[in-house]
């Protein structure tokens, strides 16, 4: 009996222990990525114009991401999730803030988590944050191509 209560203790130890995650931190490195873009001769108002519509078109649901907007302070956060090219597709979450005054736009990502993935096995993304990154410098040259050229999609009808 004694061994029985020790096979199943040792076994409740194991499967315990085995599903055990100590939290996920993020590398310091990537803890907050900022870009900033000057716009010579362009309002605070029009570039907040342009960032909301940037925003409005990067995400599927531009109402449920944007968690705060002011125009007059000159600032959008947004909450929202991306994903890597990796065999699973691999995604991760985080916050957007644009800030927008005269001339210039900063774009802060921060709270850059991953999100749960389950045919990958779940979020373990610490192998992937320079792919993380490099997905993330690519939304922000596209606000920057967006701000500078317009809305380049659908301009050949």
Sequence with gaps: MKNLIFI???????IITGCYSPGYVNPDKYSSLISIHE?????????????????????????EVIQYRNKEDGQIICRGIS????????????TAILDVKEERVRIRYEAIQPESTPA???????????EVKDCID????????????????????
């Design 8 to 14: 199943f203790s040792s076994l409740l130890f194991l």
């Design 39 to 63: 716009y010579k001769g362009q309002s605070k108002d029009e570039l907040y114009d342009q960032c909301e519509s940037w925003v409005a078109r990067e995400f599927n649901k531009a109402n």
């Design 83 to 94: 994903s890597i090219s990796s065999i699973c597709n691999r995604r991760f979450s985080f």
């Design 120 to 130: 990958c096995g779940g979020p373990d993304m610490t192998y992937k944050w320079d």
């Design 138 to 157: 690519t939304m922000s040259e596209d606000l920057h191509k967006y701000i500078i050229h317009g809305d380049m999609k659908g301009s050949d009808w």
